[in-house]
């Protein structure tokens, strides 16, 4: 393939399906689909096709044992090749040479870096890593159907609104403010999911019983997502400074957005409402 | 502790080191999914990434002062796991050739269509998602690995095209120009699949 720009892809179905529409042409592109079949058909083919791709090429259980041995070689020394797979064992009998020489000076290395590394455990925790950073990238409406089938369980549940807006400050650097929820809407907590980016968090909620979402990241990173038709869902955007929310929800409008607001702006609310896929 | 003390290279200059192993792990593992998917796209098995990154995580654990502080972690590791894994497809081909398998071919002409197409209407159930998955694998074979890497790093991790452009040294354009077609030429060959009918797959078979 050979290098060059993508063919006009404010007008194609490629940017349509890549959420690179802008809203208005994105509305535009939403009543041809509904009302082209074809177009339709073209659409939920590719939402097949991306479907079975991550079915296809997710990390499988076994990348678990890969990391945890390569953790060991790096600090006893193991020799290297301990840490080939059966498939790998079997494919390759024997290793090429170049590759043994590497396999030793990693070994080597390794080896040479054990007492740095014991004295490092002594002075230094241990390094965090972000538990939701390796979750697999899944759609808004994966997670969304994700979460309604696991009972709008949060992974959070902030104790005060002080605590609601470190959450959003932490991870966007912009504090949100949650404003009381009015009757018949019910905020059960944080969750967090790599959606838009790997640092996507999302408010579970009920409105009169039917399971709202709100997801948010930094209005830098916003990909523009985009729900596939005939979902029965909609997507509501608005931005508050520095963070770009998202409600999907099976209602015909936000209930749950405009209860975000910046507490330097209060009461003043960016009621902006821009209309995504309808069912 | 645990920072090796740098050393001095072809330029003359003193460097720092570049990144400790216990760093390089917690990076590595950080970075693991997205490393994986460039090693399935590039060798093109998703039962061979694993195998790539760690032997491409070897390699890079000899290397550690290479990495130069500050930059990209995942694009410096990305490249080396591409690396290994253009290698490893070469091997694959080899193998495959000795043994009478060349089902790996034509890496280099991406979106041409094949004459040899298999057929059958499009599965619709959920029982069908082993046939549709196998055939959407044996398309992707026929596109080209940076492609391929691409359009998985778009879709299954939903990487904004600047960071797939920096992690495979392309241009942003061209990362969203290999995406586009791409998904356009899976689409063409599953509606080829389906217009052929069993008929046909069953004369190709």
């Known amino acids: 393939m050979t290098a060059g720009t993508p063919e006009r892809p404010e007008h194609s179905l490629e940017a349509y399906l890549d959420g690179l529409l802008a809203d208005s042409e994105r509305a535009e592109f939403d009543r041809r689909v509904r009302s082209d079949p074809a177009l339709r058909a073209e659409a939920e083919c590719q939402a097949r096709i991306d479907e079975a791709l991550k079915r296809l090429y997710t990390p499988s259980a076994a990348g678990a044992p890969a990391l945890a041995s390569l953790r060991a070689a790096s600090t006893n020394g193991r020799a290297a090749t301990t840490l080939r797979s059966p498939l790998s064992a079997a494919r390759r009998a024997r290793p090429a040479p170049a590759l043994r020489r590497g396999l030793a000076v990693a070994a080597a290395v390794a080896f040479c870096s054990l007492a740095g590394w014991q004295v490092w455990c002594f002075v230094r925790p241990a390094a965090v890593v972000d538990a939701y950073a390796a979750q697999a990238w899944r759609s808004m409406d994966t997670v969304y159907r994700d979460e ?10 902030c104790k005060d609104n002080e605590e609601f807006a470190r959450s959003f400050e932490k991870r966007f650097g912009q504090p949100l403010y949650l404003a009381p929820p009015p009757s018949g809407v019910t905020v059960a907590g944080l969750s967090y999911c790599n959606t838009i980016t ?12 039917s399971p709202v979402m709100v997801f948010a990241d930094s209005v830098p ?16 955007r608005r931005e508050i400074g520095k963070v770009v929310l998202y409600e999907v929800t099976p209602l015909s409008e936000p209930r749950v957005l405009d209860l975000f607001y910046d507490p330097a702006t209060r009461p003043a ?10 069912p | 502790m645990g920072r090796s003390t740098g050393g001095t290279r072809a330029d003359g200059q003193d460097h720092p080191a570049g990144i400790d192993a216990a760093e390089f792990c917690a990076q590595f593992q950080a970075s693991f999914r997205v490393l994986w998917l460039i090693a399935a ?3 093109g098995e998703a039962s061979l990434a694993d195998d790539v990154v760690q032997d491409a995580a070897l390699i890079a654990l ?7 502080p500050g930059t990209n972690f995942t694009a410096w590791m990305g490249r080396v796991v591409r690396y290994v894994a253009l290698n490893q497809a070469r091997k694959e081909r080899k193998f495959r050739m000795t043994t009478g398998d060349a089902t790996l071919a034509d890496g280099d002409t991406p979106l041409a269509a094949r004459s040899d ?12 998602t082993r046939v549709f998955d196998q055939r959407i694998e044996e398309a992707l074979q026929t596109v080209g690995e940076v492609a391929r890497a691409c359009l998985l790093l778009r879709t299954v991790e939903g990487l904004p095209y600047s960071d797939i452009a920096a992690l495979l040294e392309i241009p942003e354009g061209t990362a969203m120009s290999h995406v586009h077609r791409t998904r356009r030429y899976l ?7 389906q217009a052929n009918g069993p008929a046909a797959k069953e004369e190709h078979a």
């Open chain 2, 62 to 68: 000899g290397k550690l002062d290479d990495f130069q």
């Open chain 1, 148 to 157: 309604v089938s696991s009972g709008l369980k949060p992974s959070w549940v």
């Open chain 2, 41 to 43: 796209g590039t060798v």
């Open chain 2, 187 to 193: 689409r063409g060959r599953l509606a080829v699949w």
């Open chain 1, 198 to 209: 790997r640092r996507t968090m999302h408010l579970l909620a009920r409105v009169n019983g």
């Open chain 1, 221 to 236: 990173d916003d990909t523009r997502p985009s729900l596939p038709p005939g979902q029965g869902l909609r997507l509501f």
């Open chain 2, 117 to 128: 197409l298999r057929g059958g209407p499009l599965p619709a159930g959920r029982d069908d």
């Open chain 1, 269 to 278: 609310h960016d009621t902006t409402w821009q209309s995504g896929p309808t």
